[in-house]
């Protein structure tokens, strides 16, 4: 059982246009939602994060947005380069009780040049 | 800025044979984690240690074992080698109830 679904699987899309990750939850104890990225071999590092007490936290090119009614949150690349192609997670963790995260599945992204 | 260290980054071993993978954290993160990534999959959570205990346990087969030393360096011990075990594993470490950082994997192939 995935207790976060993430989407799309994969993307493709054009230099300067727009990626949009989307990620979903079940459980309501999860406070803090962190954004990795992936290259090829590479550890996961860690990109931007939020916690519910915000509904979108920005840095630079890198935009969460978070809906905690709907307990979804996305990922949102702007103006995005062929150097942003790698694989994404999004992970979710509580703060209560013994600390780890748990991955979505990853989406790999792909930007044209 | 010192980042979690593991070694071997690379490591072929036979099936029933038995491998053990190293992780130095980052200085002053009191908590180590390890992870498992099977080729184009999420990582896995195996375990996890708090100041040199135990805290959680994850998918974590029982021919695995982990321990955090009193240096806080932490080693994955894996017995009776499987192919099913080739992965990448990730260590990482973090402060207290905070960010997570991850080394850049060892690559165990089984064969």
């Known amino acids: 059982q995935q207790q976060v679904k993430q989407s799309p699987q994969s993307l493709i899309v054009q230099k300067g246009g727009i990626s949009i990750i989307n990620c979903a939850y079940e459980?309501?104890?999860?406070?803090?939602f962190p954004w990795y990225q992936q290259f090829p071999g590479k550890g996961p590092a860690l990109l931007i994060a939020?916690?519910?007490?915000?509904s979108e936290k920005k840095e630079g090119r890198f935009t969460i947005s978070f809906n905690k009614s709907a307990k979804q949150f996305s990922l949102h690349i702007m103006d995005s380069q062929p150097g942003d192609s790698a694989t994404y997670f999004c992970?979710?963790?509580?703060?209560?009780?013994?600390?780890?995260?748990?991955f979505g599945t990853g989406t790999r992204l792909k930007v044209l040049a | 800025a010192a980042g979690v260290i593991q070694s071997p980054r690379h490591l072929i071993k036979e099936k029933r044979e038995t491998a053990t993978l190293k992780c130095y954290p980052i200085?002053?993160?009191?908590?180590v984690y390890w992870y498992q990534q099977g080729p184009g999959q999420d990582p896995q959570f195996l375990i996890s240690?708090?100041?040199?205990?135990?805290?959680d346990k994850g998918s974590i087969p029982d021919r695995f074992s982990a321990q955090q030393f009193s240096d806080y360096h932490s080693e994955l011990n894996m017995s009776s080698l499987e192919l099913g075990d080739s992965a990448l594993y990730f260590c990482?470490?973090?402060?207290?109830?905070?960010?997570?950082?991850f080394g850049e994997g060892s690559w165990l192939t089984v064969v």
């Open positions: 459980n309501t104890a999860f406070d803090y």
């Open positions: 240690f708090y100041e040199k205990m135990q805290s």
């Open positions: 990482a470490s973090s402060p207290t109830r905070n960010t997570i950082y």
């Open positions: 992970a979710a963790s509580t703060t209560s009780g013994t600390y780890k995260y748990i």
């Open positions: 200085p002053r993160h009191d908590t």
């Open positions: 939020i916690r519910p007490d915000v």
